[in-house]
């Protein structure tokens, strides 16, 4: 047990660091949703991380929500998340009964602005976040069979299945330029579970995946001998560098794999970018969100749910072999983690804009 605490201290040590505690408000007797259902937007395909995390939230909230509602998760893909999440701007209410589920591949477009994106963090209430990590792998007939073989990608042609550049694509992206690597992006796929698919299919030779899918999905082909992990992204310790991730400790970070491959540290205004979307997206990669106008006590409702779930024993004794070491927060803290996650310098912004205008096609709003 102080094991475990330990880790998962270190998984988020350095937004924790913004806060000592985690309060998660009021009580909120009043609030009842017996006989309803209550509908939670996950803007992505079935089978990735997202969906993952969200299913495996989504079967004990109910029995913590007041009135034990029906908790019933509603894949929406599409736009690189922007499709449902555009969705539930236009249609939730400020009932608790419709409440969404983002990742960084929803951050992303808002960061950078995406012209698909129709909503804004502001207009948002958190209920909990939640970090997590992932992990970059390739195919056994590239010749690698672990990450001291990485060197055998370089000048080799890479093809990666993405939702899209301002997806949480881009930071595997970014990493694989700071790195020199060549790898095409096919944009348009519709969630990582489907670039997962596309990886079994053959059809690309290079992968991430959230530590949650890469659990339940790559682990088994790893043991198959059908995929090679080559690092993982790492977690940030409470001075904020990058330490391995206690979900897979005998997986080396990117920075460590940086330096297997090109035989220095990584530094520079790649890697610099590479850091900025990391930083952003994965502190706070999974959140839960409720109209800004939902009442406080519902808001306060679901952050006392959430903590209740997490002191389930059917949840404490499956979490880690779903999710991964990685804790689910409300309150002050969950406020924190989504204020470090939703925020962009304007000059990182147009540095990225511009490369990937520049490099990949891709045209985004003006400043």
């Given at each position: 047990m102080l094991n475990n605490?330990?880790?998962?201290?270190?998984?988020?040590?350095?937004?924790?660091?913004?806060?000592?505690?985690?309060l998660t408000g009021p009580a909120a007797a009043e609030v009842?949703?017996?006989?309803?259902t209550i509908e939670f937007i996950i803007p992505f395909s079935a089978g990735g991380g997202s969906d993952t995390w969200g299913r495996f939230n989504a079967q004990l909230l109910g029995k913590y929500l007041p009135g034990n509602p029906v908790v019933v998760v509603v894949n929406e893909p599409g736009g690189g998340s922007t499709k449902g999440s555009?969705?539930?701007a236009a249609r939730?209410?400020?009932?608790?009964?419709?409440?969404?589920?983002?990742?960084?591949?929803t951050q992303f477009p808002y960061l950078l602005g995406d012209p698909r994106v129709r909503y804004d963090y502001k207009d948002w209430k958190i209920a909990m976040a939640g970090p997590t990590g992932g992990v970059v792998y390739t195919t056994p007939t590239l010749g690698p069979k672990s990450v001291d073989d990485i060197a055998m990608l370089?000048?080799?042609?890479?093809?990666?299945?993405?939702?899209g550049a301002t997806s949480l694509d881009l930071v595997p992206l970014l990493g694989f330029k700071a790195m020199d690597l060549n790898v095409q992006h096919v944009f348009g796929f519709k969630g990582r579970?489907?670039?997962?698919?596309?990886?079994?299919?053959?059809?690309?030779?290079?992968?991430?995946?959230?530590?949650?899918?890469?659990?339940?999905?790559?682990?088994p082909l790893v043991e198959a001998g059908q995929a090679v992990p080559l690092f993982?992204?790492?977690?940030?310790?409470?001075?904020?560098?990058?330490?391995?991730?206690?979900?897979?400790?005998?997986?080396?970070?990117?920075?460590?794999?940086?330096e297997k491959l090109t035989g220095q540290k990584p530094s520079g205004p790649a890697y610099d970018a590479y850091m900025a979307f990391y930083v952003a997206g994965f502190p706070a990669q999974k959140m839960v969100f409720l109209p800004k106008d939902t009442p406080d006590d519902i808001i306060a409702a679901y952050q006392k749910a959430f903590e209740d779930m997490k002191a389930d024993p059917a949840y404490k004794e499956s979490a880690d072999a779903v999710l991964g070491t990685y804790e689910q927060v409300t309150g002050n803290l969950a406020q924190a983690l989504f204020e470090k996650a939703t925020a962009l310098s304007p000059e990182l912004r147009k540095q990225v804009a511009t490369m990937l205008a520049d490099d990949y096609g891709v045209k985004l709003g003006q400043e």
């Open positions: 605490t330990l880790r998962r201290r270190t998984t988020f040590g350095l937004m924790a660091g913004l806060l000592a505690a985690c009842n949703f017996a006989g309803k555009n969705l539930f939730a209410k400020p009932d608790g009964e419709m409440i969404l589920g983002t990742s960084a591949s370089k000048g080799k042609d890479l093809v990666y299945a993405s939702q579970g489907d670039g997962r698919l596309s990886f079994e299919r053959g059809e690309v030779n290079i992968d991430f995946q959230t530590s949650s899918a890469y659990i339940k999905n790559v682990q993982s992204l790492g977690v940030l310790d409470e001075a904020g560098n990058v330490v391995r991730d206690p979900t897979f400790p005998d997986l080396p970070t990117y920075p460590e794999a940086y």
